[in-house]
T-cell receptor, first 115, second 116 residues
Framework: SQTIHQWPATLVQPVGSPLSLECTVEGTSNPNLYWYRQAAGRGLQLLFYSVGIGQISSEVPQNLSASRPQDRQFILSSKKLLLSDSGFYLC??????????????FGDGTRLSIL | KQEVTQIPAALSVPEGENLVLNCSFTDSAIYNLQWFRQDPGKGLTSLLLIQSSQREQTSGRLNASLDKSSGRSTLYIAASQPGDSATYLCAVADVLPSGSARQLTFGSGTQLTVLP
């Protein structure tokens, strides 16, 4: 069966520090990968998605970047964190091809607090 | 731009009651619709997925319906239990420019509390 792992679960970082959040998927090949953010008092918002190694698309302009160095690895990064980067970050995957009956599956998330 | 609204924002019911959560969306050209459950501080658990060509899906005590033309979906929970307490999120899938990836647009959720 497929599983998705995110780490760390919780992170407290000072403003201006760098960030690296990692997500890996097991049990599938060529997944579509996604990063979402859930900010306090706001709904979930898609930040990045990837349909293959090295292929990253961004849905909103922001201070963050994403990379996919391996087929089942998705990394969310920042060189200098802002207070507004605080939130709950969720990684998700869906099967390549994206048929209508295929859901997106989510990890347990990383709660990021910026001080 | 797709917008998803969930009503009510919060709901408190006694154990055993049947309940309905509502979701509406502005663009009916959706790919599919998913209902998720989120426990406090946790990730999302997929409950049901309804394809755009379907009218409803059932899993155990849960039944989700979809009326694409009116832009509405409902999640029906039968015989509610305290363990059902969580935030329920509705999400609509649209096609992204890549072709195979799908963007989920989420509602703000309904926070459900089932009282013992």
């Amino acid at each position: 069966s497929q599983t998705i792992h995110q780490w760390p679960a919780t992170l407290v970082q000072p403003v201006g520090s760098p960030l690296s959040l990692e997500c890996t998927v097991e049990g599938t090949s060529n997944p579509n990968l996604y990063w979402y953010r859930q900010a306090a008092g706001r709904g979930l918002q898609l930040l990045f998605y990837s349909v293959g190694i090295g292929q990253i698309s961004s849905e909103v302009p922001q201070n963050l970047s994403a990379s996919r160095p391996q087929d089942r690895q998705f990394i969310l990064s920042s060189k200098k964190l802002l207070l507004s980067d605080s939130g709950f970050y969720l990684c998700a995957w869906s099967p390549w091809g994206g048929r209508p009956n295929q859901p997106q599956h989510f990890g347990d998330g990383t709660r990021l607090s910026i001080l | 731009k797709q917008e998803v609204t969930q009503i009510p924002a919060a709901l408190s019911v006694p154990e055993g009651e049947n309940l309905v959560l509502n979701c509406s969306f502005t663009d009916s050209a959706i790919y599919n619709l998913q209902w998720f459950r989120q426990d406090p501080g946790k990730g999302l658990t997929s409950l049901l997925l309804i394809q755009s060509s379907q009218r409803e899906q059932t899993s155990g005590r849960l039944n989700a319906s979809l009326d694409k033309s009116s832009g509405r979906s409902t999640l029906y929970i039968a015989a509610s239990q305290p363990g059902d307490s969580a935030t329920y999120l509705c999400a609509v899938a649209d096609v992204l420019p890549s072709g195979s990836a799908r963007q989920l647009t989420f509602g703000s959720g309904t926070q459900l509390t089932v009282l013992p």
